[in-house]
């Protein structure tokens, strides 16, 4: 069965700051795919990334960076020099690389970022 | 272009009330999949259609079904609803399956309120 888990439920931060949200994932499968998605308060599910298990590299997007590493089962996101349309529930999901596109989320992490 | 949109925004029902939600996907894309989101939970997955097929089904009882169009929208129907069919119901779109699972773009969702 496949599981992600995002164990930080809330975090809080200041404008400016760094901020790194956690995912670690479960999965038997040898190929697979991860997700990171934005969830602002109107509740809409917005697409930042999405990594194959083949692709270890880390990306850069503006302030955004994501760490994939296989050997831990994580993939975490990082936001450089927070801002306060930051603030919104961010998920981590999994899909399989077989069959249909069935995602898999966690529960997601608050981020919440004060001026 | 035109994201995924969904219809209605809210919905009330009363328990034992029968509901239909709606989704049109993001022109080109012809796989449509649909999730449940509990309040402060990750998005749970109920189906997925591909030209008009059932691709996959998540576990939710056969109160919950759907259907695929020749124009590729798609309608969620719940019978009999419960109190704890109370969700935001979230739909996504991914463009002709590759073979490689594709990215899910979600709409605005629509919040189910059952009383």
């Known amino acids: 069965a496949q599981k992600v888990t995002q164990a930080q439920t809330e975090i809080s931060v200041v404008e400016k700051e760094d901020v790194t949200l956690d995912c670690v994932y479960e999965t038997r499968d040898t190929t697979y795919y991860l997700f990171w998605y934005k969830q602002p308060p109107s509740g809409e599910l917005v697409f930042l990334i999405r990594?194959?298990?083949?692709?270890?590299q880390n990306e850069i997007s503006g302030r955004y960076s994501w760490n994939f590493q296989k050997s831990t089962s994580s993939f975490n996101f990082t936001i450089t020099a927070s801002q306060v349309v930051d603030s919104a529930v961010y998920f981590c999901?999994?899909?399989?690389?077989?069959?249909?596109?069935?995602?898999?989320f966690g529960t997601g992490t608050r981020l919440l970022v004060s001026p | 272009d035109a994201g995924v949109t969904q219809s209605p925004t809210h919905l009330i029902k009363t328990r034992g009330q029968h509901v239909t939600l709606r989704c049109s996907p993001i022109s080109g894309h012809k796989s449509v999949s649909w999730y449940q989101q509990v309040l402060g939970q990750g998005p749970q997955f109920i189906f997925q259609y591909y030209e008009k097929e059932e691709r996959g089904r998540g576990n939710f009882p056969d109160r919950f079904s759907a259907r695929q169009f020749p124009n590729y929208s798609s309608e969620l129907n719940v019978n009999a609803l419960l109190l704890g069919d109370s969700a935001l119901y979230l739909c996504?779109?991914?463009?002709?399956?590759?073979?490689?699972?594709?990215?899910?773009?979600f709409g605005p969702g629509t919040r189910l309120t059952v009383l």
């Open positions: 999901a999994l899909t399989s690389g077989t069959g249909f596109q069935k995602l898999v």
């Open positions: 996504a779109s991914s463009p002709p399956v590759s073979g490689a699972p594709d990215t899910q773009y």
């Open positions: 990594r194959n298990s083949f692709d270890e």
